[in-house]
């Protein structure tokens, strides 16, 4: 996030909360996931949008970041107030340091040798709707790069080890002369001996060729939480790939795609069903059996229901996300109107029309008809 106001990114004030911040980062990570938006520049919003939360989400990034900007989550902070020097004490630094960062110098702060972690990894698990309700546990498999266990992740052949590098004695860069607008220049430049390790591997291990990583098929068991939505993800600790020079494994990402359901809809804890009732059942009143996510209820129909009603089943929705806490289902009915009628029930609806003041003519067969397009109309 270096070039990128996280606060702006998630679209968030300086002091917003962090449910707030969660809540955002919810909201932009479920539109912008390439799984979702095929948009060309989904996919480098959405990796925007994650270096965003993973700043604000913890509050000591966050103090960083608010007090020293970008420059503070690169290690700025502890290079003074100006940023270019070596320590602390040297203030803004001399000529030789402003120079190194824009001819390329600037890389030669970070020490080669020093721990750095894995890169994140990210997993698509499918899901069906109830799977997305109730959460279920399962194992999973991926490739990642691990530690290589004949050399221990040292990439040099057993009984052996790596040395110092003889080009750049362990700093992992040299200098060289390069012709610039200001003239010549003496700047640094990664270490072709090397590679910027600052160690040289003379007997390379035989499974890793040097390189202390092995791509190897990774089996972990897991257990998605009751109540996840399609397009949240979870971020499960050190199960991403292995870290440089003794640093710790990456992250793993969890992506749900939950699929949706022929029979409900779903937003948030609160699922959503319809259900067709007759015009006597709606007139009369009637006890009718409802599905539900959690199984059949039975639903009180009250006489003189319109179609469109709506009513609350309460405590049959979905888990709310990491609580105890279950929604409701809401269900609405809908009057259908026959669209044949028996000679009997035809006369039986023309007399229920007399009682109620309606006069029906003989010819007009289609009163049957308007008396269904109301009901539609409503």
């Known amino acids: 996030m270096a070039d990128r106001d996280p606060y702006d990114v998630l679209g968030v004030d300086k002091d917003a909360s962090q449910d707030d911040i969660k809540h955002a980062f919810r909201k932009l990570s479920k539109k912008y996931h390439p799984d979702i938006n095929k948009a060309p520049d989904a996919e480098e919003k959405f990796k925007q949008i994650n270096d965003a939360y993973e700043t604000l989400k913890d509050p000591q990034k966050r103090a960083q970041y608010d007090q020293y900007g970008s420059a503070g989550m690169n290690g700025g902070a502890s290079q003074g107030f100006g940023g270019f020097g070596g320590g602390a004490g040297d203030g803004f630094g001399g000529f030789e340091d402003i120079f190194s960062q824009f001819f390329g110098g600037g890389a030669s702060r970070q020490n080669p040798n020093s721990p750095r972690p894995g890169s994140d990894l990210q997993y698509r698990m499918d899901l069906t709707f109830e799977e997305g309700v109730f959460g279920k ?65 003379k007997d390379k291990c035989d499974t890793c060729h040097g390189s202390g990583k092995v791509n190897e098929k990774h089996t972990l068991k897991v257990t998605v939480p009751a109540g996840v939505e399609d397009g949240q993800q979870m971020r499960l600790d050190g199960q991403g790939e292995v870290g440089e020079n003794g640093g710790p494994y990456g992250d793993l990402y969890i992506v749900f795609k939950v699929a949706p359901s022929r029979e409900f809809t779903r937003d948030g804890s609160t699922i959503y069903a319809s259900v067709n009732i007759s015009f006597p059942q709606a007139t009369l009143g009637d006890e009718i059996d409802v599905n539900t996510v959690h199984g059949p209820v039975k639903l009180t129909i009250p006489s003189g229901t319109q179609t469109g009603t709506s009513f609350r089943l309460r405590g049959k929705g979905a888990p709310v996300l990491n609580s105890k806490s279950i929604g409701d289902e809401k269900v609405t009915v809908n009057i259908v109107i026959p669209r044949k009628l028996s000679s009997e029930q035809r006369n039986a609806l023309k007399k229920f029309a007399e009682v109620g003041g309606d006069k029906v003519k003989e010819k007009d067969s289609n009163f049957f008809n308007k008396v269904r397009d109301a009901f539609k109309g409503e």
């Open 137 to 201: 546990k399962t194992t999973i498999s991926y490739n990642r790069e691990e530690k290589c266990a004949t050399c221990g992740g040292n990439g040099a052949k057993p009984g052996t080890s790596p040395i110092t590098c003889s080009k750049c004695h362990g700093s992992g860069y040299v200098e060289v002369e390069r012709q610039t607008p200001l003239g010549r220049m003496r700047t640094r430049v990664v270490c072709d001996v090397c590679n910027g390790s600052g160690k040289e591997i």
